[in-house]
């Protein structure tokens, strides 16, 4: 089951415009994750923010939280040729130790 | 360097045969997970380890098995039971929440 539906599935943006990825889910969480990924190479984590926390910052990252949507999302501002690649959303569906991953938003910036 | 480790990059096989995907960490970390990927698709779960001599099933377990014999490995094989075995294998482990993920391991069934 796939907790986590990443919106778009696919956003071309030109280098320096803004990028943002938005996130649904189902069930009640402690945390969501945010995790990038290189074509054919495995994920790198990005920023993981708390059921409790609204907003959170590293770089050029924003990431917001809204639990009574059940949504989050991620914001690259500034983005970059090298920022592109898959951004996927990570849940742990009720605090249970598995991470449930979404279908991810495919970033493609343009030079 | 610290990381997660897996073997073979690629693979082929041809139908009816076990393979076994290696999964070697040195991050010290208790639990490890085996992800798969389906092109254009996320990560669904196939098996997860919290600690050795213990594992789970994961959403898509059938047609493969682990074994966590060592903190440090978690070796996934699949078998010939496995309808539909060409993807791309992730292997992780995990730290207060975050997961940190190997290289991958892209299997073809012939």
């Known amino acids: 089951s796939q907790q986590g539906e990443e919106d778009p599935q696919a956003l071309s943006i030109q280098e320096g415009e803004n990028a943002t990825m938005n996130c649904s889910y189902k069930?009640?969480?402690?945390?969501l994750q945010w995790y990038r990924q290189n074509s054919g190479r495995g994920l790198v984590h990005l920023i993981l923010?708390?059921?409790?926390?609204r907003e959170k910052h590293s770089g050029r990252l924003r990431v917001t939280l809204d639990t009574s949507k059940k949504s989050s999302s991620l914001l690259i501002t500034a983005s970059r040729a090298a920022d592109t690649a898959s951004y996927f959303c990570?849940?742990?569906?009720?605090?249970?130790?598995?991470?449930?991953f979404g279908k991810g938003t495919k970033l493609t910036v343009n030079p | 360097d610290g990381g997660i480790t897996q073997s073979p990059k690629y693979l082929f096989r041809k139908e009816g045969q076990n393979v076994t995907l290696s999964c070697e960490q040195n991050?010290?970390?208790?639990?490890m997970y085996w992800y798969r990927q389906d092109p254009g698709q996320g990560l669904r779960l196939i098996y997860y380890?919290?600690?050795?001599?213990?594992?789970q099933k994961g959403d898509i377990a059938e047609g493969y098995s682990v074994s966590r014999e060592k903190k440090e490995s978690f070796p996934l094989t699949v078998t010939s039971a496995q309808k539909n075995p060409t993807a791309f294998y992730l292997c992780?482990?995990?730290?207060?929440?975050?997961?940190?993920f190997g290289e991958g391991s892209r299997l073809t069934v012939l």
């Open positions: 991050l010290n970390h208790d639990a």
């Open positions: 990570a849940t742990d569906a009720g605090g249970s130790e598995k991470l449930v």
């Open positions: 069930t009640s969480i402690n945390n």
């Open positions: 992780a482990s995990k730290d207060t929440g975050e997961l940190f």
């Open positions: 923010i708390r059921s409790n926390e």
């Open positions: 380890s919290q600690i050795v001599n213990d594992f």
